[in-house]
């Protein structure tokens, strides 16, 4: 039998096979009116594909859980009912596929108020329905995005609650597993590295403090979010930096501390917080640092970048270097990647009646 076609069970959620669609941003919600943050015709399409492709387990971009959250003004989110609406179409369609459906909880911190990739990703201001983005301290990602507002305690509480109130809308939502966004230089991100978090309070300075704003998060959505229900946190294992950022040792001592504050599953990313730094990137390039959570925390971990071969994932798991793997870009080529995996590899995938005579 396949490793990657082995169901895998979490608290009370079953989760088909191990070949899963990580969150990839569509920037394609309403930047503004009556619909903004709603996920459209676009988005149910997007995602639908990748269901009825086998993907185990589809995981919705980043969905800001504040207006001020969104990386871009055209971004998904998750303050209001009329987006909980426009996704519970998604949701349940993904789990009539039997995909489980995900989402990804976010704020773009420093990284916020940004145009779409496409249209040059550049800081917006107010007349192109732009915003003052806000961090744990006043200094900006590069010389190209502005400084950022430094959030005061009152301001930190309240991410907190609108992380919090997220997760009871995703849960009105339909969705099975919440991910929290803690990769990539968003909001939490800033606050664990101490390239970006140069506080002198409780908030920033020691491992503890600096990871005090991702638990205080961690603790509020899980209060929320159902006992029977997984959590899954995504970080980013390192900095790239050669001092002063965070590392793949800061990654193993907090996924421990994750666990205990239960998290169910680490989702392995790197990088996103400093600029100008040598990233390695290659086939799964990645791995190693979820693979070295598996191996040294009690932390299930997903590895992701750049798998996009059946036989490569097979390895990763087969190997014990991680429980899931998250295909991305390839499943943006190839929404049926998991069912062509599964003939690859022998394995067993739900294929829609509807197209029964292509088996
Ligand atoms: C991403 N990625 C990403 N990551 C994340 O945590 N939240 C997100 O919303 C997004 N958005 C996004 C949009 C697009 C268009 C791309 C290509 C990527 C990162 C993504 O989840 C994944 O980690 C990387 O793409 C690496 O995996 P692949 O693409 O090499 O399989
Ligand atoms: C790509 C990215 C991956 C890893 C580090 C930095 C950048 N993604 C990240 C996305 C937005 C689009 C670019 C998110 O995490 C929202």
Redesign the pocket.
């Known amino acids: 039998m396949s490793a990657l076609f082995e169901p895998y069970t979490l608290r009370d959620v079953t989760i088909p096979n191990r070949a899963w669609m990580?969150?990839?941003?569509?920037?394609s919600a309403a930047p503004d009116g009556p619909l903004t943050g709603a996920p459209t015709d676009w988005h149910f399409t997007h995602y639908a594909a990748r269901a009825t492709g086998g993907a185990g387990l589809v995981?919705v971009?980043?969905?800001a859980v504040s207006p001020e959250g969104r990386?871009s003004p055209y971004d998904l989110g998750i303050w209001n009912d009329t987006q909980v609406e426009a996704f519970r179409r998604i949701t349940r369609f993904l789990a009539e596929q039997g995909s489980v459906p995900a989402v990804?909880l976010?704020h773009a911190g420093r990284k916020a108020s940004t145009d779409r990739?496409w249209a040059g990703g550049a800081p917006v201001g107010p007349e192109a329905h732009g915003w003052q983005p806000v961090a744990p301290s006043a200094v900006p990602f590069d010389a190209d995005h502005p400084v950022p507002a430094e959030l005061t305690k009152d301001g930190i509480r309240e991410v907190v609650g609108q992380f919090a109130d997220a997760a009871r809308r995703a849960l009105a939502a339909g969705f099975e597993i919440a991910?929290i966004?803690g990769?990539?230089g968003y909001l939490i991100g800033n606050f664990l590295s101490p390239h970006s978090n140069h506080r002198t309070d409780e908030y920033g300075g020691s491992h503890e403090n600096r990871t005090r704003f991702a638990l205080e998060v961690v603790d509020a959505v899980r209060e929320v979010w159902p006992d029977d229900k997984p959590l899954f946190f995504?970080i980013s294992a390192t900095d790239w930096l050669e001092r002063d950022g965070w590392t793949a040792d800061d990654t193993v001592r907090f996924a421990r501390e994750l666990h205990a504050h239960g998290v169910d599953l680490l989702?392995v990313?790197t990088g996103g917080n400093a600029s100008g730094v040598r990233i390695p990137v290659g086939p799964g390039y990645?791995v190693p640092f979820a693979a070295r959570v598996k191996a040294e925390t009690p932390m299930p971990v997903a590895a992701?970048?750049?798998?996009?071969e059946a036989e490569q994932a097979e390895k990763i798991l087969a190997n014990g270097e991680a429980d899931a793997v998250?295909?991305?870009?390839?499943?943006?080529r190839n929404p049926s990647w998991a069912r062509q995996a599964a003939r690859a590899l022998g394995g067993e995938v739900r294929v829609p009646e509807q197209y029964h005579r292509s088996v």
């Open positions: 990580p969150p990839m941003c569509q920037y995981i971009e980043a969905t990386i990804q976010a990739p991910e966004h990769a990539h995504r989702d990313s990645q992701v970048g750049l798998i996009t998250l295909v991305g870009r390839e499943l943006l």
